[in-house]
């Protein structure tokens, strides 16, 4: 079954660090990139960071700049997202994103709570 594995949330304290991971499973076509978006209780979806297939080039939201890293393995057809300095404001469920020749896919969410 094509799917978004997503894992790697949880609850950390603010200052603290989670990391993510989507898996691709049984995609056998083309990945053209892959990012991750974030809701929050009561707001809209929105994205936090990219990265290209391809070449890796990456792209993030400001909120996260110098905090996050998107990162890949082609070979195992995963994305992480690396999250430090945590703040609560980071509370969200992260769910994974997929660009791929067959349209886009999304995972089922990973809930991340940043409290003391």
């Known amino acids: 079954q094509v799917q978004l594995v997503e894992s790697g949330g949880g609850l950390v304290q603010p200052g603290g660090s989670l990391r993510l991971s989507c898996a691709a499973s049984?995609?056998?076509?083309?990945?053209?990139?892959m990012n991750w978006y974030r809701q929050a209780p009561g707001k809209v979806r929105e994205f936090v960071a990219g990265?290209?297939?391809?070449?890796?080039?990456?792209n993030y939201a400001d909120s996260v700049k110098g905090r996050f890293t998107i990162s890949k393995d082609n070979g195992e057809k995963t994305a992480y997202l690396e999250m430090n300095s945590l703040k609560p404001e980071d509370t969200a469920v992260y769910y994974c994103n997929a660009a791929t020749s067959r349209g886009g896919y999304w995972g089922q969410g990973t809930q991340v709570t940043v409290s003391s």
């Open positions: 990265i290209n297939w391809a070449g890796g080039n990456t």
């Open positions: 049984a995609f056998t076509f083309a990945i053209y990139a």
